[in-house]
């Protein structure tokens, strides 16, 4: 052993970690096949007992592993090639702890420790079914020897550089030294990471043919849990790249932003249909594949961003691990496919759809346009190399494609999104429709009305014609929405405030209590209408680039900016352009802003740090771009970007939304007591 | 009269695709917008700003040339087609931001478009023929009180409980 213990500490565990789940999911799995079909077996019930315990124990492994990386990193131990490639002396604490996802071997292992860390919780709370968590305890436990099985053979976190120890590292890629940095991953992975649970939930379920939807009422709140994890990974992701990237967007349409947006389709699909199955025993069938599908799009969006199949600006280095992931895949798969065919008359739907026009069918079409959506993006991201196969030249598929496919689908959504809710279970009447759609189609003509009295005529847009006109259909839809919600909120209070005599106030509070799942979802489809709102913005960018040299003024929009310095800076990490400009609108000073770029010694690359005054109107995005090496004065470009914050405010809505859905229920709705129940057939039943 | 309302729709699609014709500044931010940067940053030509883009200055001069040249006085009266050739020859088609070409690039756009088409008729076909299996199941009136009018109560319960 070396004067540095922390490398060899770190393998070992890794190893012990690959061996803890490889007896899990062997041991386990005798046991589950010892005591199949009812058997009583005390002896493979201890087995599978300590199978357990060793799924437990492989989760202290992987967080050894884990801590051995971000130990190395703060040691500056650069005798580990991981650690020499992404970080360096001066790096401060937080971006040196960020080091552990920075690159391809440290984000297996967060993805190995965050994968042991669910299987340890899971394992804990076997009690909630001891024989389906043992299933699915086994399932994470051969996803598990997966990713140890490439960090310990494939991908080693802990290899050693050959020759003498570099006296310092080559530093984090600067892009990633940015806050967001420290949580966007993290986040994202858990994310990721969390759709093994409903799915070994899922298949574990079927495999033993498990009686009833319990199994879907125990992996709600992971579902949920992983799904808000996701989300708030994908719009980290989007507000990272927004202040950093200085492009003046915040979603490229990249592959590996693809790769993360395509399992949230399939899980917010999955989170839906589900309750079809929950209240109505049906979609049997196809919720299991949703979320089958959703884990194996997870894994096929690692795959594409480490194999290099597709050229993407995010992308890992490519390297030699893509053809583990596809074999991992089409073992994933194949193991579904056979389980499902097996147990395939265990997924009878209990009852059929009645009604074109139901809650049933809202969710039906719900997922059709998410899985439309996915499908979009997935044929997006695979298209170029289908093309390079097929014609011999390879094609990019950037925003104009996605955009064109996928923003009609988006409106759709969004009007599925305000309709659904109220819809009525199996069937719902003229007089119902009527009732519950007259205030939001007023809404939303009144919008309409009023965006084409304030100048949003798309017709005289010109080249934004498209973008105008689906901000016109987005804002009418989105007040149609918005309306219908309060109204839903409103009409309940109303009810509650009848029953106990509060106030208006006090009587939603109730009403949310009652029911945190359905108006907790009613605030997440708010949030979604809210960014909705902040995307439809977008039509209206503006844009302006301009060399300022001291006293020169740029205007854009309401906005005039007069440079009153530039000027430039060091320091140990970094050395620093910058400009200071004073941003007025009309006489009336608002702020300073100083956009800069910096460049970073140990890495030798550059970046440039967005100058961003935001409000609920509009953005205002300053970059410094460089200097004019003619004049030696520095380019500035300006974006006033509408909206932008309501995309942000949308996100927190949902992740409240979200939140309030996980609390349970205060009290338990009751029925009346003694009525005559007559239910003939296609007859309307509103929710409570 | 089907001949007719498809030579509404060719002059309405006319009529939207002239109003996409303006002056040269409004062509150069239009085909620009179609254009991916050469240096591989995924990032739309006039999007591009990365520090040191080696491509992306020069790029951008070709295209206020080529702007300028195909209209001749500058009023913009050439063609958009033209000038993206004239940067796919020198760039090759990833310059492209979009699949444009023709032939085989149309396979891009057809396939998300017949899949939604498939799906929206197949969710309906589906719905409906579940709804005619499902049939006319009417459910006696149950006795007050009784064990069934329970189990009833339950069940609508938990199928109308969002």
């Not at chain 1, 708030?232 to 349409?253: K, Q, T």
């Not at chain 1, 073992?331 to 049933?360: G, M, P, W, Y």
Request: with cysteine.
């Amino acid at each position: 052993m070396g004067s540095n213990p922390m490398p060899e500490f770190g393998s070992f565990t890794l190893l012990l970690a690959l061996v803890l789940s490889v007896y899990t999911l062997v041991m386990g799995s005798v046991a589950l096949w010892r005591t199949r079909g009812g058997r009583i077996d005390p002896g493979a019930s201890r087995l599978g007992e300590t199978a357990r315990r060793a799924g437990i124990s492989s989760c202290i492994a992987m967080f050894c592993a884990a801590f051995a990386l971000v130990w190395a990193a703060f040691t500056n131990d650069y005798s580990v090639s991981y650690i020499l490639h992404h970080t360096n002396r001066t790096l401060n604490a937080g971006y040196k702890f960020a080091a552990l996802w920075s690159g391809q071997e440290g984000s297996l292992v967060l993805w190995a420790w965050l994968l042991a860390a669910y299987g340890f919780v899971l394992r804990l709370r076997h009690r909630v079914d001891v024989r389906l968590t043992a299933f699915a305890s086994v399932i994470l436990a051969a996803i598990q020897v997966f990713f140890l099985s490439l960090l310990n053979f494939a991908a080693p976190p802990f290899a050693l550089q050959p020759g003498p120890v570099a006296q310092d590292g080559f530093g984090l890629n600067p892009l990633l030294q940015y806050p967001e940095m420290m949580i966007h991953p993290p986040m994202l992975y858990l994310g990721y990471v969390g759709f093994s649970v409903p799915f070994a939930f899922a298949l574990g379920a079927l495999m033993m043919r498990y009686p009833g939807e319990k199994w879907i009422h125990i992996t709600r709140r992971w579902t949920m849990v992983t799904w808000l994890f996701l989300t708030c990974g994908i719009f980290l992701g989007a507000h990272w790249a927004y202040s950093v990237l200085g492009w003046g967007g915040y979603w490229g349409w990249d592959p590996v932003e693809n790769a993360s947006l395509m399992p949230w389709l399939t899980g917010t699909a999955f989170l839906h249909s589900v309750m079809m199955q929950e209240k109505r025993g049906m979609m049997k069938s196809w919720n299991v594949w949703l979320i089958f599908s959703t884990f194996m799009l997870t894994i096929l969006g690692t795959l594409l961003t480490r194999s290099g199949i597709v050229s993407s600006v995010h992308a890992f280095a490519s390297s030699n691990i893509g053809n583990w992931f596809y074999t991992f895949i089409v073992i994933v798969f194949a193991v579904c496919l056979f389980t499902f065919f097996k147990q395939k008359d265990h997924l009878k739907s209990e009852n059929k759809l009645e009604s074109l026009v139901s809650r049933e069918s809202s969710f039906l079409f719900n997922n059709l346009i998410l899985l439309v959506a996915c499908f979009v993006v997935l044929w997006g991201t695979l298209f170029p190399i289908l093309s390079e196969y097929v014609q011999g030249t390879k094609v990019t598929m950037g925003a104009p494609f996605y955009n064109r496919v996928n923003l009609p689908i988006g409106l759709f959504l969004l009007f599925l999104t305000g309709i659904g809710p109220l819809l009525a279970w199996r069937s719902t009447s003229l007089r119902s429709i009527r009732r519950n759609f007259i205030l939001p189609s007023i809404a939303m003509g009144v919008t309409l009305i009023v965006c084409l009295v304030v100048g949003i005529r798309p017709w005289n847009a010109g080249d934004d014609l498209q973008a105008e006109l689906f901000s016109l259909i987005t804002f009418s839809l989105a007040a149609g929405v918005i309306t219908a919600i309060t109204a839903e909120f409103l009409r309940g209070a109303g009810v509650v405030k009848t029953q106990t005599g509060k106030n208006i106030f006090a009587s939603t509070v109730l009403l949310v209590r009652r029911n945190t799942r359905r108006y907790g979802g009613y605030v997440v489809h708010f949030g979604i209408v809210v960014m909705f709102i902040g995307i439809a913005g977008g039509a209206f960018n503006q844009s302006r680039e301009q060399e300022m040299g001291f006293g020169d003024v740029l205007t854009l929009g309401p906005y005039k900016l007069v440079c009153q310095s530039f000027t430039q800076d060091s320091n140990p990490n970094f050395d620093t352009e910058y400009a200071l400009l004073d941003v007025y609108q009309g006489n009336k000073k608002l702020t300073q802003l100083a956009p800069e770029k910096r460049h970073y010694t140990a890495s030798d690359t550059s970046s440039t740090m967005v100058a961003l005054r935001s409000t609920l109107a509009s953005d205002l995005y300053v970059i410094y771009e460089g200097k004019n090496p003619d004049t030696d004065k520095p380019i500035i470009k300006v974006f006033l970007n509408p909206l932008m914050n309501w995309i942000w405010i949308g996100v927190l809505t949902v992740v409240v939304g979200t939140l309030l859905a996980l609390v349970p229920n205060l009290t338990r709705v009751a029925l009346p007591a003694k009525v005559t129940v007559e239910v003939p057939a296609g007859v309307e039943v509103h929710h409570a | 009269m089907l001949k007719r309302w498809g030579m509404g729709l060719m002059v309405c699609l006319l009529a939207v695709g002239m109003l996409g014709a303006g002056d040269s500044t409004s062509r150069f931010n239009r085909i620009g917008h179609q254009m991916m940067c050469a240096c591989g940053c995924g990032q739309m030509l006039l999007e591009c700003n990365h520090v040191g883009c080696p491509d992306s200055d020069r790029m951008i001069g070709e295209l206020r040339a080529q702007v300028v040249n195909a209209s001749g006085d500058g009023s913009g009266g050439g063609s958009d087609t033209a000038i993206l050739n004239w940067f796919v020859a020198k760039y090759g088609a990833t310059i492209l931001a979009a699949p444009i070409r023709g032939g085989f690039d149309r396979v891009a756009w057809a396939i998300p478009l017949a899949i939604f088409v498939l799906a929206t008729l197949g969710t309906a076909v589906l719905i409906r023929v579940w709804k005619l299996r499902s049939g006319q199941r009417a459910v006696p009136a149950l006795p007050l009180g009784g064990a069934g009018a329970d189990a009833m109560r339950e069940r609508i319960r938990r199928e109308t409980e969002y």
